[in-house]
């Protein structure tokens, strides 16, 4: 080891990383996978309450859970947040009121009171986004008028047009086409009086202005969407339409034949809930071979102990397993370990060698991908496919030739799904239209999925771990898209990761691996930002905050996952014997605990950023998005705690740690 180094400190590092190997090995199921939690927010719960009302189905026991799990996430001020630590979110409030209400909580309970203020305090139902509204029209507490126009025929439109529904990103896709079932049958389970909440209008129901409001600027994307909404308007009232019931038929279909083999549609919430409740309302009943198995595909999503129930949006399996072997690897586990062998096995049969839709816009490159939970055919994830493939190239399996012949179809797939300016996206290629997000209808999430800095990084450091030669035109290209996004003080925009910290350890890795050299202008811009964001404690942190607010690029209490992603740019910035080094990898030895785990409650992963694009903004729009961009409860966003990011990232900043300075004996 490095002479810096103490004794000490050096026992201390064996020590901890030996612990959390231990933990993982005791994690790995027996298939050999790895899977943890992906905690979000309890719009979840009260979502899964409201679509189980909804649909008749009334389970004391669930609903009772369920609430128990909301009301434990509520803030003492009443409130619910989007992520650890943020301020209370309007939307959120009222999904979670809503369902503790029809789960039996009284209007005078003293946590629905609190509820209640906060709530009128923002302006009321009212002032609530729009999936909301959506979910508070279908039990009659808002009005469908008062829901922005997608007609039906969405679906039918063309795919050389500049707006059809393979323009949005595939979440937002699969989540639209139910929607054009719901919004045009306008289905309404009523709610009896004692479960209604018309309390939190916030001037009383009869004083309500359903109108969809126009936008301050007179000019822009927003502008025409609005005249297009109202022009929409006139036409649905129309008696007759004759390419409707051809539309509705169609996205019947087309849900029909997305649904995953779990039940599910993308792996995801959204389009699930949205997908069951089109169905049924088309005449499905609940006895419904499709309906069976989607409510019964819930199971492997949700997590209960004797008092509560929650729901996760998403789950990780395929993302873990690839992250956990290659921390394994960089902590010094041999490649031929049986327990990596069998994980490796696991993930080759996990691989996707079927169509999907990203197929619309690369027809001629064939599947090779891997998606990001047990099943999803139709959406393979570019981010999983690098890392899962950069893993079993550092794996020796048993059978050379199968894995062999893996990597290969899953670099041809990735090499197919690159974007005209040199990046990748997560799921599909030249997914750019940005004026797609200023439709009325898209004020929550990111509704197109354009390259990212991170996700391309990630494929860089697998082409560059495979050999950069035979990919040196795919690997410039790239470089050249990740070079140009650099930010001015040498920081990385993080989409799916909180976030310039993210940005950066995605990016530096990956520079190195495709022989960077470590002087790079490049390289030390982005060191000298890391160090200058380091905490007194010796960790860094980055609140999700960051999103909407620049003084806070870099800013946040430490945490595992961050000092982790910190740690592994600086060692390959060539500086694994840097102060600012030993002083991280000394607050990991430290805060770790006996399990070889480390607590995280804080949220480092990103599902939205919430601008509706999913690239960082332009700081210079003024237009209706200025206010959600800049309220740090990310109204329009989604943000994830992933349980297994305190484990394996540590681990392998660690690892990396004790190679580098092994080597610089």
Same mark, same amino acid.
């Given at each position: /080891? $490095?002479?810096?180094?103490?004794?000490?400190?050096?026992?201390? &590092?064996?020590?901890?990383?030996?612990?959390?190997?231990?933990?993982?090995?005791?994690?790995?199921?027996?298939?050999?996978?790895?899977?943890?939690?992906?905690?979000?927010?309890?719009?979840?719960?009260?979502?899964?309450?409201?679509?189980?009302?909804?649909?008749?189905?009334?389970?004391?026991?669930?609903?009772?859970?369920?609430?128990?799990?909301?009301?434990?996430?509520?803030?003492?001020?009443?409130?619910?947040?989007?992520?650890?630590?943020?301020?209370?979110?309007?939307?959120?409030?009222?999904?979670?009121?809503?369902?503790?209400?029809?789960?039996?909580?009284?209007?005078?309970?003293?946590?629905?009171?609190?509820?209640?203020?906060?709530?009128?305090?923002?302006?009321? #139902?009212?002032?609530?986004?729009?999936?909301?509204?959506?979910?508070?029209?279908?039990?009659?507490?808002?009005?469908?008028?008062?829901?922005?126009?997608?007609?039906?025929?969405?679906?039918?439109?063309?795919?050389?047009?500049?707006?059809?529904?393979?323009?949005?990103?595939?979440?937002? =896709?699969?989540?639209?086409?139910?929607?054009?079932?719901? /919004?045009? %049958?306008?289905?309404?389970?009523?709610?009896?009086?004692?479960? =209604?909440?018309?309390?939190?209008?916030?001037?009383?129901?009869? $004083?309500?202005?359903?109108?969809?409001?126009?936008?301050? $600027?007179?000019?822009?994307?927003?502008?025409?969407?609005?005249?297009?909404?109202?022009?929409?308007?006139?036409?649905?009232?129309?008696?007759?339409?004759?390419?409707?019931?051809?539309?509705?038929? %169609?996205?019947?279909?087309?849900?029909?034949?997305?649904?995953?083999?779990?039940?599910?549609?993308?792996? #995801?919430?959204?389009?699930?809930?949205?997908?069951?409740?089109?169905?049924?309302?088309?005449?499905?009943? &609940?006895?419904? @071979?499709?309906?069976?198995?989607?409510?019964?595909?819930?199971?492997?999503?949700?997590?209960?102990?004797?008092?509560?129930?929650?729901?996760?949006?998403?789950?990780?399996?395929?993302?873990?397993?690839?992250?956990?072997?290659?921390?394994?690897?960089?902590?010094?586990?041999?490649?031929?370990?049986?327990?990596?062998?069998?994980?490796?096995?696991?993930?080759?049969?996990?691989?996707?060698?079927?169509?999907?839709?990203?197929?619309?816009?690369? $027809?001629?490159? =064939?599947?090779?991908?891997?998606?990001?939970?047990?099943?999803?055919?139709?959406?393979?994830?570019?981010?999983?496919?690098?890392?899962?493939?950069?893993?079993?190239?550092?794996?020796?399996?048993?059978?050379? +030739?199968?894995?062999?012949?893996?990597?290969?179809?899953?670099?041809?797939?990735?090499?197919?799904? *690159?974007?005209?300016?040199?990046?990748?996206?997560?799921?599909?290629?030249?997914?750019?239209?940005?004026?797609?997000?200023?439709?009325?209808?898209?004020?929550?999430?990111?509704?197109?999925?354009?390259?990212?800095?991170?996700?391309?990084?990630?494929? &860089?450091? &697998?082409?560059?771990?495979?050999?950069?030669?035979?990919?040196?035109?795919?690997?410039?290209?790239?470089?050249?898209?990740?070079?140009?996004?650099? +930010?001015?003080?040498?920081?990385?925009?993080?989409?799916?990761?909180?976030?310039?910290?993210?940005? #950066?350890?995605?990016?530096?890795?990956?520079?190195?691996?495709?022989?960077?050299? @470590?002087?790079?202008?490049?390289?030390?811009?982005?060191?000298?930002?890391?160090?200058?964001? *380091?905490?007194?404690?010796?960790?860094?942190?980055?609140?999700?905050?960051?999103?909407?607010?620049?003084?806070?690029?870099?800013?946040?209490?430490?945490?595992?996952?961050?000092?982790?992603?910190?740690?592994?740019?600086?060692?390959?910035?060539? %500086?694994?014997?840097?102060?600012?080094?030993?002083?991280?990898?000394?607050?990991?030895?430290?805060?770790?605990?006996?399990?070889?785990?480390?607590?995280?409650?804080?949220?480092?992963?990103?599902?939205? @950023?919430?601008?509706?694009?999913?690239?960082?903004?332009?700081?210079? +729009?003024?237009?209706?998005?200025?206010?959600?961009?800049?309220?740090?409860?990310?109204?329009?966003?989604? /943000?994830?705690?992933?349980?297994?990011?305190?484990?394996?990232?540590?681990?392998?900043?660690?690892?990396?740690?004790?190679?580098?300075?092994?080597?610089?004996?």
């Amino acid at each position: /080891m $490095n002479p810096q180094i103490s004794q000490q400190m050096q026992t201390s &590092l064996n020590t901890v990383i030996e612990r959390t190997q231990g933990y993982l090995f005791r994690e790995q199921f027996i298939d050999g996978f790895w899977w943890g939690e992906l905690e979000s927010n309890p719009t979840m719960e009260a979502e899964f309450i409201l679509l189980h009302y909804f649909l008749g189905i009334q389970d004391e026991k669930k609903f009772s859970k369920l609430s128990n799990h909301i009301i434990s996430q509520q803030r003492k001020d009443g409130t619910w947040g989007q992520y650890y630590g943020a301020p209370g979110d309007l939307s959120t409030s009222v999904e979670c009121y809503l369902a503790l209400k029809i789960a039996g909580y009284s209007e005078n309970d003293e946590s629905m009171l609190k509820a209640k203020k906060f709530i009128c305090s923002k302006g009321g #139902i009212e002032k609530t986004r729009v999936f909301t509204k959506i979910w508070l029209s279908l039990l009659d507490q808002w009005k469908w008028d008062g829901i922005p126009i997608m007609p039906a025929e969405l679906i039918l439109l063309p795919n050389w047009l500049p707006i059809n529904i393979y323009e949005f990103s595939s979440w937002a =896709r699969s989540t639209i086409v139910p929607l054009l079932i719901l /919004m045009d %049958k306008k289905p309404i389970r009523q709610l009896p009086e004692n479960l =209604r909440v018309d309390e939190l209008f916030s001037n009383g129901i009869d $004083n309500v202005d359903y109108s969809v409001g126009s936008p301050s $600027n007179q000019i822009g994307w927003e502008t025409f969407f609005y005249a297009a909404d109202q022009v929409l308007r006139l036409l649905d009232k129309l008696p007759i339409k004759p390419t409707r019931d051809l539309a509705l038929k %169609k996205s019947e279909q087309w849900i029909l034949e997305h649904q995953e083999a779990d039940g599910s549609w993308g792996g #995801i919430q959204p389009p699930w809930v949205y997908s069951i409740m089109a169905l049924y309302t088309s005449g499905y009943g &609940l006895d419904h @071979p499709v309906i069976k198995k989607a409510l019964g595909g819930f199971k492997a999503f949700e997590i209960e102990d004797k008092d509560s129930l929650r729901v996760q949006a998403c789950v990780s399996p395929i993302w873990d397993t690839g992250l956990a072997i290659i921390s394994l690897l960089d902590s010094g586990i041999k490649a031929n370990d049986a327990r990596l062998q069998k994980a490796g096995e696991w993930l080759i049969d996990k691989q996707i060698k079927s169509e999907g839709d990203w197929q619309v816009k690369a $027809n001629n490159v =064939r599947s090779g991908g891997w998606a990001f939970e047990f099943e999803n055919q139709h959406y393979p994830d570019i981010d999983d496919a690098a890392v899962v493939a950069t893993a079993l190239h550092k794996i020796d399996l048993k059978d050379k +030739e199968d894995k062999k012949r893996s990597i290969a179809r899953c670099v041809q797939w990735i090499e197919g799904m *690159q974007s005209k300016n040199g990046g990748w996206a997560s799921f599909d290629k030249d997914n750019m239209r940005s004026f797609i997000a200023r439709i009325p209808f898209s004020d929550f999430g990111e509704t197109i999925d354009p390259p990212s800095v991170d996700v391309t990084a990630h494929v &860089l450091e &697998l082409l560059g771990t495979l050999g950069v030669d035979q990919y040196s035109a795919v690997i410039e290209k790239a470089l050249n898209y990740v070079l140009l996004e650099q +930010e001015n003080d040498g920081s990385w925009f993080g989409r799916w990761g909180v976030n310039y910290i993210y940005g #950066i350890g995605s990016v530096l890795p990956a520079l190195r691996a495709i022989g960077i050299d @470590p002087e790079h202008e490049a390289v030390k811009k982005a060191s000298s930002w890391l160090e200058d964001h *380091q905490n007194s404690d010796g960790g860094w942190g980055e609140t999700p905050a960051s999103y909407v607010d620049p003084s806070l690029h870099g800013k946040g209490p430490s945490t595992a996952s961050q000092t982790a992603w910190s740690l592994i740019s600086l060692i390959a910035a060539d %500086k694994g014997n840097s102060e600012h080094v030993l002083r991280g990898i000394n607050y990991l030895i430290t805060t770790q605990n006996e399990d070889g785990s480390w607590n995280e409650p804080e949220f480092t992963g990103t599902g939205f @950023p919430g601008y509706g694009i999913g690239m960082r903004p332009d700081t210079s +729009e003024t237009d209706d998005g200025g206010q959600k961009r800049s309220d740090i409860a990310l109204p329009a966003g989604f /943000m994830i705690n992933y349980h297994m990011y305190r484990i394996y990232w540590p681990l392998c900043a660690l690892g990396r740690f004790r190679e580098y300075n092994s080597k610089n004996d």
